[in-house]
């Protein structure tokens, strides 16, 4: 705000001298030219650059608040629109318009003055804007942006800052993959698919609540993914954490082949019902068939879909997932 104020007063003060005046002697002969009134001048831009510069900032705060807190309410996401156009020029110059117009109104014996309007306007485009809420270098140009869907790369918000961090550094590490097929003898193949399908890639169309539009980006960085890869990286995961570990990976082994080419199965599939996806018998996707990464009986699912089980059960290596997919693909078109 200090500095929108320094740049309001500077850039008030030159169009007052430079342009106000003149239109205003020359043109209207009303009077000669002031010093006072440049100083009252630069008092407006002074107070309405602050004023736009501390919108323009306060956009930033506000949009994260709506954009990046899951379920966040519409009302908030509406301020979060309003604060955005103020983190613009024209919508910081429309600010300080308004703003002066009301100072005008609330302190000043006379008229409202339209070159007052001008210099409001002026003062507060010139103060500097808040800032996008994109990370820094998250600029079109960069190989890393991606259309925002959600207020961030990702389908869904963020669990949290932390774990939105240590993904981008999962996504930055190499050799992880092998030091995790190491610790827990799981196929490397199978292990680079399932950082690429989970950290990496950007998908398409993926069919999000409440009404199941589609969205595009990464999937949400999720705190125990996070947690359990680091572990399994490390060699630390508790018996308890490696069957999860065991659970997620069939998981995301699984729906990593379907979504990807040539299958190119949906996310999720089905209907929805009061913001609840409900999946059925030949409308399905990816996401509902593979095999459940929490419950002990990993093919639940299956029976209510209309799938026949696998009649083997997944390798304790995952090496052979290709075939449990294989069989999902058969059964897609199944009536």
Known sequence: MLVGAAFGAVEAITVDLAVAQP????????????????????????????????????????????????????????????????????????TGAGLTYGYDTAFKTGPVMPLDLILGAVGSAAAPGGGSSRRPGRTPESPEYLPRTGGSDYIDPPQSESTQRNYEKIRQTTGDTERIAANTGYDLGVLNRIKAHIFENVHTGVSVPPDGRPATGRFAPMDHIADMW?????????????????????????????????????YRQGYWEDGVHWPEPGNWGAHEVSPHETREDAFFAWDRLGLTRPDFPIAGDLSNLDEIAALILAQRNKP
């Open 23 to 94: 239109i205003r002697v020359e043109l209207f002969g009303d009077g000669g030219y002031s010093l006072t009134e440049a100083a009252d001048s630069a008092k407006t831009g002074e107070i309405m650059g602050a004023a736009g510069g501390g919108l323009g900032a306060g956009a930033r705060v506000v949009t994260t608040a709506a954009e990046t807190t899951e379920n966040a309410s519409v009302a908030l996401a509406g301020l979060a629109k309003v604060a955005n156009a103020a983190d613009t020029v024209p919508g910081r110059m429309i």
């Open 230 to 266: 680091f572990k399994a990286e490390a060699g630390t995961l508790t018996p308890a954490e490696s069957t999860k570990f065991f659970r997620w990976a069939c998981h995301e082994g699984i729906e990593s082949i379907l979504m990807a080419p040539p299958h190119n199965l949906p």
